[in-house]
């Protein structure tokens, strides 16, 4: 269905982005939209309810676990995506067993950064064919990709399942912001989603280069500098620009003998 064919609910869609209606599901007076909003780098799955007419949007990152959905009649949400189980909550990271040893905040940049370039292209990182479902087949995966590679990386993700947005609040909560001077290679880098506007998240490089999932290919790749990032996310969407480094106390190493 295109877009063009729902006025209504055109003012919900970010701008920046291409938008899909990928269902419609009518139930007892209203009206949901299941809306894909792509562009090369970022993509979101967003619900729109309509009730006499008048447009509201529900999430923007359609993802299990968002509290958002618990507003949503379970069979609409059976309806529009079948196999996914939205009520799910994204699951708590530990340590993997034997992993005691303190790591320092050094270490642990430089073993995400390693990784982060290491699997540039590499086909454990194919997005579209190793994603869950829910990423649409990696088109919703940045936040998937990110923690696939921490884990590599670390021996466990960085947390927050799929979304940008859950996955700000677990770094806020449990990792350490950033000021823009003192980013270092090896950090996160994120713009949650918020409102209507669709965000991203990767990984630091030097040079001001950043590693993310890529949406119109499917693969972990280098994608952006910090220029363009700051330029399309927070200049032309009005978003955060985001540094965390990972506190390494929730990222111990394998006891060495």
Request: hydrophobic share 35%.
């Amino acid at each position: 269905m295109s877009v063009s064919t729902s006025k209504t609910i055109q003012d919900l869609f970010d701008p920046n982005m291409q938008a899909t209606v990928q269902k419609e599901v009518p139930f007892e007076g209203s009206t949901y939209y299941m809306v894909e909003q792509t562009s090369d780098v970022e993509a979101a799955r967003s619900l729109i309810e309509v009730t006499n007419g008048v447009p509201r949007l529900i999430t923007a990152e359609m993802m299990p676990g968002d509290p958002a959905l618990t507003t949503v009649p379970d069979q609409v949400l059976r309806a529009l995506l079948p196999d996914v189980d939205f009520r799910l909550s994204p699951s708590t990271a530990a340590a993997p067993p034997g992993f005691t040893r303190p790591r320092t905040k050094e270490e642990v940049r430089a073993l995400v950064l390693q990784v982060a370039k290491q699997k540039v292209g590499s086909d454990d990182m194919d997005s579209g064919r190793l994603s869950p479902p829910e990423t649409n087949h990696g088109h919703l995966a940045c936040a998937w990709a990110v923690n696939r590679i921490v884990n590599f990386a670390l021996g466990q993700p960085v947390g927050g399942g799929l979304s940008t947005t859950a996955m700000g609040q677990v770094l806020k909560s449990k990792d350490i912001v950033i000021d823009g001077d003192e980013v270092i290679a090896g950090m996160i880098i994120i713009s949650p989603t918020a409102g209507t506007n669709i965000g991203h998240v990767g990984i630091r490089g030097e040079g001001g280069l950043i590693y993310s999932n890529s949406s119109s290919h499917g693969q972990w790749e280098q994608n952006k500098t910090i220029d363009s990032w700051t330029s399309y996310y927070h200049e032309g969407k009005g978003l955060p620009v985001l540094h965390y480094q990972l506190d390494p106390a929730r990222f111990p190493g394998p006891v060495t003998s």
